[in-house]
């Protein structure tokens, strides 16, 4: 059974520093790409960040870009996103998803499958 789990979301303040993970099993996520999106309430979803599963290009919206990073560690079947220099616009829940079986790469709507989410909360 394909599962994706999130975790490492909590409350931080401005300024700070988190690292989410997403945890895969049912399928290896070394040649899939892996995306962050978030959803804050009243806002669209928004795509931060994905990891190409072809050749590793990571790729990052403005609003993160620079902020966030997006690693994979394929021993451990997880792929994670520091977050650094946390600000309130921030808070969101993010979920990460998968384009297995299809590789289609970093398209949301190619993505079949999505973990639970984690919720990151920036206030002081």
């Known amino acids: 059974q394909v599962q994706l789990v999130e975790a490492g979301g909590g409350l931080v303040q401005p300024g700070g520093s988190l690292r989410l993970s997403c945890t895969a099993s049912?399928?290896?996520?070394?040649?899939?790409?892996i995306a962050w999106m978030r959803q804050a309430p009243g806002k669209e979803r928004e795509r931060v960040s994905c990891?190409?599963?072809?050749?590793?290009?990571?790729y990052y919206s403005a609003s993160v870009q620079g902020r966030f990073t997006i690693s994979r560690d394929n021993d451990k079947n997880t792929v994670y996103l520091q977050m650094s220099s946390l600000e309130s616009e921030d808070t969101a829940v993010y979920y990460c998803?998968?384009?297995?079986?299809?590789?289609?790469?970093?398209?949301?709507?190619?993505?079949?499958?999505w973990g639970n989410g984690t919720l990151v909360t920036v206030s002081s």
């Open positions: 049912g399928f290896t996520l070394d040649y899939y790409s």
């Open positions: 990891i190409s599963g072809r050749d590793g290009t990571t």
């Open positions: 998803g998968t384009d297995f079986p299809r590789g289609s790469g970093c398209q949301i709507e190619g993505m079949d499958y």
